[in-house]
Nanobody, 126 residues
Framework: QVQLVESGGGLVQAGGSLRLSCAASGRTFSNYAMGWFRQAPGKEREFVAA????????NYADSVKGRVTISRDNAKNTVYLPMNSLKPEDTAVYYC???????????????????WGQGTQVTVST
């Protein structure tokens, strides 16, 4: 099992910034690709960003490209998602996910991830 705990969510005005973090424990963190997904009320969970288990590849949803940068620190078993220029449509619960040795072509596929965190709320006001 891999336990994932997200933090860093909150309420921010449009145009503001937040940095989400996801701390992992339980298994060798460096063996897992890490992804961020989000789910807004009444909508399906959608892909936001991901980084490969090697750290050599990243993938971003078009809706956030240029505004977020995913990174990982294997020494701290943590993945980060700084988000800038936030918009009201970014409001959602953000989930961290871990996938064992996910191939790069699977990074955006939520069904391919093995473990999920409980989520952190991000609310962007106008």
């Amino acid at each position: 099992q891999v336990q994932l705990v997200e933090s860093g969510g909150g309420l921010v005005q449009a145009g503001g910034s937040l940095r989400l973090s996801c701390a992992a424990s339980g298994r060798t963190f460096s063996n897992y690709a890490m992804g961020w997904f989000r789910q807004a009320p009444g909508k399906e969970r959608e892909f936001v960003a991901a980084i490969s288990w090697s750290g050599g590849s990243t993938n971003y949803a078009d809706s956030v490209k240029g505004r977020v940068t995913i990174s990982r620190d294997n020494a701290k078993n943590t993945v980060y998602l700084p988000m800038n220029s936030l918009k009201p449509e970014d409001t959602a619960v953000y989930y961290c996910a871990a996938g064992f040795h996910l191939p790069d072509y699977g990074l955006a596929q939520n069904g391919w991830y093995d473990f999920w965190g409980q989520g952190t709320q991000v609310t962007v006001s106008t």
